[in-house]
């Protein structure tokens, strides 16, 4: 499946911001979506994941309470709402995808994700 990210840009610091990761060829549904984000000399780091039932959401401590991740399957989408961004929050985000059986113990690890998209530069100024 190939997913493309949308929604990055050049906020302020408290600023929100909506990401979108889509695919056109197939049924997003049948997927569980990651979101991960990688700074400038940094690793990827895991942000958000959602499973393809919809039904349960995992956030990295670090964005609790400020980012929503949610999905629409009838558009074949998911999104992450960013709320409260903070200026080392500044990172290309990118989205992934995965059929993995283990979704429950493993939705952090990057090894898991078969598919990526390009990513979306998230820049946040303070």
């Known amino acids: 499946v190939q997913l493309q990210a949308s929604g990055g840009g050049l906020v302020q610091a408290g600023d929100s911001l909506t990401l979108s990761c889509s695919t056109s060829?197939?049924?997003?549904?049948?997927?569980?979506v990651a979101w991960f984000r990688q700074a400038p000399g940094k690793g990827r780091e895991f942000v958000a994941a959602?499973?393809?039932?919809?039904?349960?959401?995992y956030y990295a401590d670090y964005v609790k309470g400020r980012f929503t991740i949610s999905r629409r399957n009838a558009r074949n989408t998911v999104y992450l709402q960013m709320n409260s961004l903070k200026p080392e929050e500044t990172a290309v985000y990118f989205c992934?995808?995965?059929?993995?059986?283990?979704?429950?113990?493993?939705?952090?690890?990057?090894?898991?994700?078969?598919?990526w998209g390009k990513g979306t530069q998230v820049t946040v100024s303070s």
């Open positions: 992934a995808a995965s059929t993995t059986a283990s979704y429950g113990s493993s939705y952090y690890n990057t090894g898991i994700y078969g598919y």
């Open positions: 060829e197939r049924a997003i549904s049948g997927y569980h």
């Open positions: 959602i499973r393809r039932s919809g039904d349960i959401p």
